[in-house]
Nanobody
Framework: VQLQASGGGLVQAGGSLRLSCEAS????????MGWFRQALGKEREFLGG????????YYADSVKARFTISRDNAKNMVYLQMNSLKPEDTAVYYCAAARAGGSVVGTVRAWYNYWGQGTLVTVSS
């Protein structure tokens, strides 16, 4: 499956942004999806994931109250809604996919087989 993330940009602290990730190439509904980010000089960080049918979601504690993941299998899309953004949210954001059924959601980078190219989010203070 090929992934294309989009929607990044410059936003002021306290603002919101919605990232999109479009999948192509295989049956999207058979894949769990995740969002990660990587700030300059830091490790890639798991933000959250969603099961193949959207029935289960899991978030990192650092973003649980502010970020929401959703998906639309009919459109082969997954979204990351980000609210109350902070300057420390500045990073390149990646979507990732792993073939998984049931309610399984991976929380580590190695669990995911496919990655998008990343989209830059910059939050100004």
């Amino acid at each position: 499956v090929q992934l294309q993330a989009s929607g990044g940009g410059l936003v002021q602290a306290g603002g919101s942004l919605r990232l999109s990730c479009e999948a192509s190439g295989r049956t999207f509904s058979g894949y769990a999806m995740g969002w990660f980010r990587q700030a300059l000089g830091k490790e890639r960080e798991f933000l959250g994931g969603i099961s193949w049918n959207g029935g289960s979601t899991y978030y990192a504690d650092s973003v649980k109250a502010r970020f929401t993941i959703s998906r639309d299998n009919a459109k082969n899309m997954v979204y990351l809604q980000m609210n109350s953004l902070k300057p420390e949210d500045t990073a390149v954001y990646y979507c990732a996919a792993a073939r998984a059924g049931g309610s399984v959601v991976g929380t580590v980078r190695a669990w995911y087989n496919y990655w998008g190219q990343g989209t830059l989010v910059t939050v100004s203070s």
